[in-house]
């Protein structure tokens, strides 16, 4: 499912969830009583629930995404690759894009054209897709949807697949957790984080564990869920791939990007949050959790 429910950092943010269902993404019998889920995903298999635990009303990243599109000069037509709820996508479209809103989780996609109108909504993969040539004057990857290209291949799957369908000058526009952030530092690692919320009279509860796997350069999710309406506990388990500044820009141009930004912030996810029409620092960096890339495919 290209989406995008929480990771849960110390202040757990929207977007980010499993993109496509993958052994390391299912539940397993490790506690007494916990059922395992396989591919589902509490959140992404309900969006409904999704939006209830990361609420955004104010359509935070699209507006970012928006800004970045503005700036640069974008055309009209523009792939929300990993679109999920479909919200992002709503408001690029109300802001006077032509937009096609790309998800794998048919769950997602079928909320999304009910609850989100106006993009057209299509079933993709994002670790390699095909919907023409040319076709997009940009394509948006919010929410840290680009890491759940776990691997060199996936990820050349996908900015192969961005190329492919950018006319020549598009952009990519991308929001993503910062690999970097994680060399010597342990703060989002070292505590189990409590999260919760409310949906219909059921309380929802999660208890995350994240930890970092070195040797596949992946930061892992455990998650297990509880609620007051008497259903049995759910452990689901996903990752993302911890990509570095340095890492990215060079996949990009491989692939014929030039970066127009790389840094750390302002955006949608960082604290304190992007405003409208703030522009990143005059020698922004890229040392916070937090990535925001604009490129340009080369003609």
Known sequence: MNTRPGEAPVNP???????????????????AGIVPVNSRNL???????????FPDP????????????????????????????GRDAEFLQRSGRVVTGADLSEAMLGYARVTHPGPEYVGADLTGFE???????AVVCLDSALLYC?????????????????????LLVAEMRNGGYFLGRTDLLDTPVVGGFTWQGTAYRSVTTLTVDRTAQLLRRVRNWTADD???PLQQRSAWRLLFPQELRYLL???????????????????????????????????????????????
């Open 253 to 299: 141009a491989a692939h014929g990007f030039e970066v127009l930004e790389l840094h750390d912030g302002p955006g949608p996810r960082t604290e304190p949050p992007w405003r409208e029409g703030e522009l990143p620092g005059a020698g922004a960096g890229a040392d916070a959790d937090r990535l925001h890339l604009v490129a340009r495919r080369r003609n």
């Open 150 to 170: 776990h691997t060199n291949d996936q990820l050349d799957g996908f900015l192969g697949s961005c190329r492919r369908a950018l006319a020549p000058g598009g």
């Open 43 to 53: 959140l992404t298999d309900n969006p409904e629930l999704y939006e209830a635990r």
């Open 131 to 137: 919907l023409g040539a040319g076709v997009f004057d």
């Open 230 to 232: 008497g259903s049995p």
């Open 13 to 31: 943010r929207p977007g980010e969830a499993p993109v496509n269902p993958r052994p390391e993404e299912t539940s397993v019998n490790s506690q």
């Open 58 to 85: 104010d359509r935070l990243a699209g507006r970012w995404a928006e800004d970045c599109l503005r700036r640069y000069g974008s055309g009209p037509r523009v792939l929300d690759i990993g679109c999920g709820t």
